[in-house]
């Protein structure tokens, strides 16, 4: 790192606190956004407002009635690269189980507890504080910087795709919980439901119908084994790819023979696996039962909505190594590249042709769980983590 950016690095991290940092995360969690009972708006027109008062341009982008991504820039001086720095504001419900309250924000020690306190407010409050500090430092940006709360990522990322082709960034970090590790790739997912078809029948004379739920045995068998057969494949940093029947759903009353059934495939794909395939893939399981037990009636019906595909980023891409050298410095230990298991909204500046890396404070393991929380160390070194990352991306004055 030159002296100049040394200079740049100390100006912003000087105006960086873990108690302010841990404030902004106080507020975005008691802003209740679960999806898809709240939506965002609450935690929208805090971004929005936190964004206008430190002079971005903001605007709101409707993606469904009511929903909107935000989108703020800090207009750059001119001949650097524009960043975008893109998160999601919903969380997922609050579920049961909980100890502390799960939208109280309260801290504990180093713990600052609620739903979306690591997956993904904790990644917001850092962008949020990061950009606080580069403003309040007076340190001018050669490239523009965008920052950018999406909708509906839980669900289908509606937000995201709405978003990102509106979009001119040049390069993307996607916030969320990494353990300030760099993630390069990350699995995809796709979600097919499979319609098996009976007959009713009173439930009294069973031998009159054809019953659905009996018919999905010889599918879920097949699935099984399909499970089985492609864990061979393999990512070095992703894993194996996995097929798993997580719904199952038939019947309308305890005195009828189901004449549905119906079961939905969570399949998630590795990097190299492409969806098109994979749907192929299935309809030849589909095809196996088909033959084998002519008595089967069963079909793809319909696909669920999901974040996305896989995707990567080649670890040679310069941003990787801005990123790797932003963490390392932030947190006083080694970044390393690793792959994440589930889906994000990487997958879609990917698909744009947009370098992309995923970076954020908070344990991944998180997500979704009862008591979910953060470390406020580590929040703090996120916003600094992502300061220097908007420095090193974006060039400086």
Not at 141 to 159: C, F, I, K, Q, W
Not at 186 to 212: D, F, K, M, Y
Not at 228 to 248: F, K, N, Q
Request: glycine share 10%; proline share 5%; with cysteine.
């Amino acid at each position: 790192m030159s002296r100049v950016a040394e200079l740049a690095a100390e100006r912003v991290g000087a105006q960086l606190s873990e108690a302010r940092t841990a404030s902004i995360l106080t507020d975005l969690v008691r802003s209740r956004s679960q999806n898809p009972q709240d939506g965002e708006s609450a935690v929208a027109t805090y971004v929005a407002s936190f964004l206008e008062r430190l002079g971005l341009e903001v605007s709101m982008q409707e993606v469904i009635a009511g929903r909107a991504n935000v989108v703020g820039r800090l207009r750059g001086a001119g001949g650097g690269k524009t960043l975008a720095f893109n998160t999601h504001m919903d969380t997922v419900p609050q579920g049961t189980g909980w100890t502390h309250e799960p939208f109280g924000g309260e801290v504990v020690g180093r713990r600052l507890y609620g739903r979306g306190s690591a997956d993904a407010k904790g990644p917001l409050a850092a962008f949020l504080s990061a950009v606080e500090a580069i403003v309040g430092s007076q340190t001018h940006l050669r490239g523009d910087l965008l920052v950018t709360g999406v909708v509906d990522e839980e669900t289908g990322s509606a937000g995201a795709r709405t978003l990102v082709p509106t979009l001119d960034a040049d390069l993307a970090l996607v916030g969320e919980p990494t353990s300030m590790q760099v993630a390069i790739a990350h699995r995809g997912s796709l979600r097919p439901v499979l319609a098996v078809n009976g007959r009713t029948a009173h439930s009294s004379r069973p031998e009159q119908g054809v019953n659905a739920i009996y018919q999905s045995i010889p599918v879920l068998e097949a699935f099984m084994e399909y499970a089985e057969r492609i864990r061979d494949r393999s990512h070095p940093l992703c894993g194996s790819p996995s097929a798993a029947v997580t719904i199952m759903f038939a019947g309308v009353a305890e005195n009828v023979i189901p004449g549905r059934c119906e079961l939905t495939l969570d399949r998630r794909m590795i990097p190299g696996e492409v969806e098109a395939e994979v749907v192929a893939e299935i309809d030849a399981v589909l095809a196996d039962v088909r033959r084998r037990r002519p008595d089967v009636e069963v079909e793809i019906d319909r696909f669920l909505a999901t974040t996305g595909s896989a995707s990567e980023l080649d670890a040679d891409h310069p941003l990787v190594a801005i990123a790797l050298e932003s963490s390392t410095a932030a947190t006083g230990r080694q970044a390393a590249v690793v792959g994440l298991s589930g889906a994000c909204d990487m997958t879609h500046f990917r698909a744009r042709g947009v370098p992309c890396v995923v970076l954020g404070p908070g344990d991944g393991a998180q997500a979704h769980q009862p008591d979910e929380h953060i470390d406020v160390h580590e929040l703090a070194q996120g916003a600094f983590a992502y300061a220097l990352v908007a420095l090193g991306a974006c060039g400086h004055e």
